[in-house]
C-alpha cells in the first residue's frame, strides 16, 4: 500500500499536481517514475503539497527540480506547500520560505 498520493489534473491552461502524506525518501523514487508518466510541461503548472505526514529534503529537491524544468522549458511553475507550522519553520529556516503558502 501507497503511503502518498499524487493526483493529476488537466486543465485547458494548465496542469496541476497535488502531493499529499509521506513525501520521504522511501517513497521518492516511486514519486519520481509516477511523475515521468502523468506529468507534461505543455502548460502552465500548479504544484501543490498539502495533508503532508511527513516531508524530507529529498521531496524538497523533487519540487525545485520541476520548477527548473519548467524553467527551461519556458513553463511558469507555481508552488503550494501547506505544512505544520513546525515543518514549515524548518522550511523557511533552510532557505526554502518561496516555496511555502502561509494559512491560518
Not at 502531493?19 to 525518501?25: D, E, K, N
Not at 503548472?45 to 529529498?58: C, G, Y
Amino acid at each position: 500500500m501507497e503511503t502518498f498520493k499524487v493526483k493529476y489534473s488537466n486543465k485547458k491552461d494548465l496542469n496541476e499536481v497535488v502531493f499529499s502524506g509521506q513525501l520521504i525518501i522511501n517513497n521518492i523514487d516511486k514519486i519520481k517514475e509516477d511523475l515521468k508518466k502523468h506529468l507534461k510541461f505543455n502548460k502552465s503548472l500548479n504544484i501543490i503539497t498539502k495533508d503532508v505526514e511527513n516531508m524530507d529534503l529529498t521531496f524538497v529537491q523533487l519540487i525545485i527540480s520541476l520548477i527548473r524544468s519548467g524553467e527551461k522549458g519556458g513553463i511558469e511553475v507555481n508552488t503550494s506547500i501547506n505544512v505544520p507550522d513546525d515543518t514549515r519553520l524548518l522550511l523557511m529556516n533552510a532557505g526554502f520560505s518561496g516555496l511555502i503558502t502561509v494559512t491560518k
